[in-house]
């Protein structure tokens, strides 16, 4: 136990040294980024898409609890599901597409204020100000000179977008069965919150089990994967050189220095291209 907590907190302390490395050097590329000012709506989906990415990579090196399989699978298919759209608008790359990835989740949160606003009325949400400010705000404002519909179908089938940016495999591999851990299906049930109980007369039934689940590593590695290969997308549109490679590098340098001979992975993975080497 002792060794397992000495290695959690060498490995935050890793984590900590790569976000104040690669959050300035983010930053700085942001700048470099030419945007159209004039119709920035392509640039602030993929801006907001890649921003999402890394915000979930951040937690992954700071929160040893995400290398926990059933938390951890929850996160990266957040990930996996913004790197869909990512590749899938970038490589299409229509404005109207973009628009209609932002004109969807406006429609949304006006759907969203029309609830809220109805549940006021019938007394079953009870009034504050910012409330009230939220649900008069208007949402119809961020794009200029069109009221916005609300569209309950989604902006586009999502294993349609996966197919069509050459993602297929990994929709079908990590997209489709790390959805019954987000929804809590049965097999997910089964595999992190019950085990089998130890009363020899009670038939092999399964019961509700506390313990925290066994950490996986290997997550760490997908996390960074899905980050480089939205990073890779975002350089790519704004013609920017790759800086961020040599801080994974440096980053999984500390990492496995902290790591206890007995848990190190018997796969070598490039973490910058998403292959693996056994």
Known sequence: MTELLGFIAASRDCGRSFVD???????SQRTEAK???YNPTADEVIGGLFARTFRFLQTFVLDFHLWADDLGRVVLRLMLESLFYL????????PELFLAFQ?????????????LRKLLEEGKLEASADLREFIDSDSDEEISDELVNVRLKNFEDLR???????????????????????????PALRRYYLEMCTEPLHRLHLQPTFRLPSLDPQLLDQAFRLFMAAYQLWIKRYGLEDRV???????????SAATPPASEASATVDHTEGTTEE
């Not at 490395?21 to 930053?27: H, K, T, Y």
């Open 87 to 94: 590749r899938f608008l970038t490589e299409q790359n229509r």
């Open 21 to 27: 490395a690669v959050v300035p050097v983010l930053e």
């Open 160 to 186: 349609k977008v996966a197919i069509e940016a050459g993602m297929k495999d990994d929709n079908v591999l990590h997209y489709q069965p790390e959805s019954t851990v987000v929804h809590g299906h049965w």
């Open 245 to 255: 490679s040599p801080l994974v590098d440096q980053y999984f340098d500390c990492y």
């Open 35 to 37: 945007v159209d000012l």
């Open 103 to 115: 004109k969807y989740g406006i429609g949304q949160e006006k759907l969203y204020k029309m609830q």
